[in-house]
């Protein structure tokens, strides 16, 4: 058996042939950026956020800089060049690229012991009185901490932004109908990257915002600053083209489905693999499981690991190699701060393919492969 570590839904038939259909239409509409499409994605993205205004953007890597611009965070939204933002620095990089591309600097956060996500401590303590905002990253899918997180940044006045790219469909309060990440910040970035939650064919992003204010700016950012003939700021082009819009409303209407069938995966995946020496993610409540990532003992075990499922065929991935404070290119930024925990993971994690598209033979095929390969 092959399997590869992502699929898309809309690759296989009937749906690819479906969605061939509903594209054409846009095709023929000849109106393809910021169109009708758009509009219709981004009131129904609301509704998924409990009637947060969200605006539809290029991708997750500029809805992350565009809040920060929005919320006036950093020298380039109209704050100082001083404002910092906590974040971890066991992430995507487009985290910390945003913090300096908004003109702010970042402070790195480290990991909980053996977890992947920075606990509200982490974040106390990395704080100072430069700080503005706190970026929250739901990795993996795992939006702990989200309601603690919203509590402390609206007592001590600073912005939370949500990196929300990994986690949509999450519901940080572990319960259905409220609480979905994406609506406990002041901004939400959203990304639709093929192999998110919520993916698109191509890149595609959004934003969320508490208040309408932020989306009117962001609003004005995606599209150079342009309203009604007037430039009334300087912009970017960051606009969701009607063909991502048309296919993404097609993966709304399958997103509570798909979320469900992530969640069963991950149930099985955990209760047969327990007794195996590997550590295995913490199962928290409302988790949307957009990646499975194991713990191996160590880089050397994990590499071997990982070659024992190549030669049967199943696809890994180290999310991530290094922690961001370890990248050459934001080295400078990094202060005297230890982060061991996060060092650690980066030099153990491991993903191993989760998706709706997988049969349930390709589930059981897995299950075995890695109990072999672990035992
Ligand atoms: C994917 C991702 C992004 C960036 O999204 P793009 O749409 O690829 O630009 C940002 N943050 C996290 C945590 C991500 O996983």
Redesign the pocket.
Known sequence: MKIPLFRSAASAEPMAAQLAHSLAAVLRSGVYILGPQVRAFEARLSDLLHGRETVAVG????A?LLAFKSLGVGSSGGGSALDEVLLPTY??V??AEAVLAAGARPVFVDSAPEDFLPTLAHFRDARTPRTRAILA?G?FGDPSGLPELAAYCRDEELWLIE?V??CLGAQADGKTGTGNAGSWGDAA?M???PT?TLGAAG???ALAFRNPDHADKARLLRNHGYDDGQHRCLGHNSRMDELQACLLQAALDDFPDSIARRRAIAARYLAAWADLPIRLPRASAGHAWNYFVIQLPGPHLRASFAARLAARGIATRVYYEHPLHRHEALRPWHGARALPHSEQLAGCSLALPLYPMLGDEEIEYIIGVVRQAAA
Not at 59 to 62: A, M
């Open positions: 991708s997750g890597s500029e992350l992430t995507f487009a985290c990253v990795l990196d790219a990994q970035a990304s639709f990257y998110k890149d595609a992003g």
